[in-house]
């Protein structure tokens, strides 16, 4: 189950170092975990926790805004405050000290997050140009968790900031990343007696500028308008189903098609994919072959992985004007690998993309962190990994918009 806080920053810089946060205001929304699985002694451990958390910080109406909503099954308006509900430090803290355990049966994280985005963020209610963070604290998993995923993956695209803490042994690193979206927002303690071990540096990662990006230092940034009219992007998948089988088929599916479903999907992006739809043949008849080496040489299409042929299809005529390729869009290959042999088969081939300037993203099902050199590796679930990849393409000429 978990703990989740969501925090949109407005604040001065954190423990024993106010003064020094690079912050002026902040926007602090907080997703908090009220399920049966935290025990009553731990609960108020994190109630304690975020006062500590929020001692440090200059509270008011013009620097530091609070706000929370409690969850578990479903979100607890009931005991919840806004923005705007209190404007004193001493009225948050003693407010966050009144919230109840309600030990709701389900572990609703993105339940919460959408709360979070859509009524306490929501364009109406915070500051322009206010900076907005958003923390996760939790000792487990979400049960939706392709839903937690995809509602962190819409905070951050609205703006927010989005941090994770995990508490124990029970949270993934995957649940983390996926709503933290960068292993840089991402902190642990081993229960919830230590949590206060890492408000220290917890207040350092919050007050410091962030941008709310996760490109990699070696993605290049060199380029204003990865996401303009200007500087459209051309995006081939490439997977081969007959090297995965029916269940990775399906989460390929999920993926391209939370992709093609944003907001550039019909402008910006134009799509197109190479794969081989057939999950195979179906085998031979029992007088078909009469001898051993006629078997073998029947069977000799199934030891050659059928990715790397669709990689060279792709090498030799995917980006022409044939094709639909467009001259003045970036070229942007999304491949599919099933696991660490499949991408070592094609290592070559992608080398060749690369050194053409073609960006290669790796989608991983098995989510075991395949490394190509070159290549950027997605991470998450199907809609963890498709929100990334937008972010990746789409982030950097954000950014530079707003400069």
């Known amino acids: 189950m978990l703990w989740l806080l969501v925090i949109s920053l407005s604040l001065t810089q954190g423990i024993l170092a106010t003064k020094s946060c690079s912050h002026q205001e902040l926007e602090l929304g907080i997703v908090l975990d009220s399920s049966v699985s935290i025990e009553d002694k731990d609960f108020l451990k994190g109630i304690k926790f975020l006062q500590d958390y929020l001692q440090e910080f200059d509270i008011g109406p013009k620097n530091v805004r609070v706000a929370i909503i409690p969850y578990a099954q479903g979100v607890y308006t009931d005991v919840s405050f806004n923005l705007n509900t209190y404007s004193t430090k001493e009225d948050v803290i003693s407010a966050i000290g009144r919230i109840s355990h309600k030990q709701g049966q389900s572990t609703d994280t993105g339940e919460g997050i959408k709360y979070m985005r859509e009524v306490q963020m929501s364009d109406a209610v915070v500051r322009p140009g206010v900076t907005k963070i958003g923390l996760v604290i939790t000792d487990g998993n979400s049960q939706k968790k392709n839903f937690t995923a995809a509602e962190a993956g819409a905070a951050r695209a609205s703006g927010i900031i989005m941090f994770a803490v995990g508490v124990g ?46 490109v990699p230092p070696d993605y290049p940034r060199d380029d204003p308008n990865v996401c303009t009219s200007k500087n459209p992007l051309d995006i081939y998948f490439v997977f081969s189903t007959s090297d995965m089988g029916i269940g990775k088929t399906i989460w390929t599916n999920e993926f391209i098609l939370a992709t093609v479903s944003t907001q550039y999907g019909n402008s910006l992006f134009k799509y197109g994919f190479i794969a081989d739809l057939c999950l195979g043949d179906s085998g031979f008849k029992l007088e078909s ?26 090498i030799d005529s995917g980006y022409t004007a044939k094709q639909g390729a467009r001259p003045n869009a970036k070229k942007v290959v999304v491949l599919v690998v099933d696991g660490a042999k499949s991408a070592e088969l094609v290592s070559k081939q992608v080398k060749t993309l690369v050194d053409k300037g073609i960006s ?19 991470v998450g679930e199907s809609l963890a990994q498709s929100t990334e990849l937008v972010q990746y393409l789409c982030k950097p000429c954000l950014s530079n918009k707003s400069n």
């Open 360 to 378: 290669v993203f790796i989608a991983d099902p098995t989510n075991s962190g395949i490394k190509i050199k070159g290549t950027t590796t997605l």
């Open 169 to 214: 042994v029970n949270v993934s690193r995957e649940e983390l990343l996926n709503i933290a979206g960068d292993t840089s927002r991402v902190s642990k303690a081993d229960n919830y007696d230590k949590l206060n071990s890492i408000i220290k540096s917890l207040f350092k990662k919050t007050c410091d500028k962030i941008e709310q990006t996760s």
């Open 289 to 314: 072959y009469n001898s051993d080496k006629d078997i073998k040489a029947r069977l000799k299409p199934y030891e050659t992985r059928k990715l790397y042929a669709l990689l060279q299809q792709l």
